[in-house]
């Protein structure tokens, strides 16, 4: 699996999250590897699962970042799919080593276009170049 399939699958984890209590993740996650994911290796989903948990134990230094870099923009009225692009994207700037700027923001931006309206990807980039 390439790391732009892990990267969206990341991102679906975590936009399924936004629209359930913590303690229904753990099945959730496994209702989306069966259906999405079923042919995958044991190791990827662990992988997935982890790297979606890494997200969300770090939205507590995330969210006031995005809060500043978006001023007039309240997060709870963001877009979901936007919400969590940046999320992920703010997570792979600020605190994965492995992934440079430029990719983080990239592969944000292509995830905007594939899954946000029209003027996601523009606001996505907006934003996270303020944070680089």
């Known amino acids: ?20 209590e ?5 099945e959730q996650n496994q ?6 994911m079923q042919t995958s290796e044991e190791e990827e989903k662990s992988y997935i699962e982890a790297r979606m948990n890494e997200v969300r134990g ?32 703010v997570y792979e700037l600020k605190f994965d080593e492995e992934i440079p700027a430029k990719v983080a ?7 905007a276009k594939k899954f946000g ?3 996601s990807a523009g606001f996505i980039n ?3 170049a303020k944070l680089a």
């Open 22 to 26: 913590p303690v229904e993740l753990t």
């Open 1 to 20: 699996m390439t790391r732009r399939e892990i990267r969206e699958h990341v991102f679906n984890m975590l936009f399924q999250s936004e629209f359930h």
């Open 126 to 128: 907006g934003v996270l």
């Open 58 to 89: 770090h939205l507590g230094e995330i969210d006031p970042m995005l809060a500043e870099a978006t001023s007039g923009w309240k997060l709870t009225r963001m877009g979901k799919v936007e919400l969590t692009l940046l999320r992920l994207a």
């Open 117 to 119: 309206g029209d003027a």
């Open 31 to 36: 209702m989306y590897f069966d259906l999405f």
């Open 105 to 111: 923001i990239n592969e944000a931006v292509e995830l």
